[in-house]
């Protein structure tokens, strides 16, 4: 019995260790929280969607500086999404070259 809830705690803990959190919605500490993400970029992150949300990735990338590609790819890795979407670099780049 006791081994079922140990495993049980293991498992809810380590869900939330992975949580998405959405750049749209996400607090500074949330957005800290992203591996990759210091208080810099989320502040950059936060000034922009003052602004207007984010309608996807690549306005993600084009508004905030220092993120491109490949940063995308590590913050998306580790749980950052827009709109609920992670990064899909095969999609950005042909949205890029349109």
Do not use: Q
């Not at 809830?5 to 996400?26: E, H, I, K, R």
């Not at 949330?30 to 922009?48: C, H, N, Y």
């Amino acid at each position: 019995m006791l081994r079922t809830y140990l495993a049980s705690a293991l498992f809810f803990c380590s869900a939330m260790a992975f949580a998405n959190v959405d750049v749209n919605s996400a607090s500074e500490a949330e957005l800290d929280s992203i591996r990759g993400i210091g208080p810099s970029t989320s502040r950059r992150i936060l000034d922009e969607r003052n602004k207007g949300n984010f309608k996807d990735w690549n306005d993600l990338m084009a508004r905030t500086r220092g993120i491109r590609h490949a940063n995308a790819a590590r913050l998306s890795a580790a749980g950052l999404t827009v709109n609920g979407a992670g990064f899909k670099p095969a999609a950005a780049a042909s949205a890029a070259t349109d």
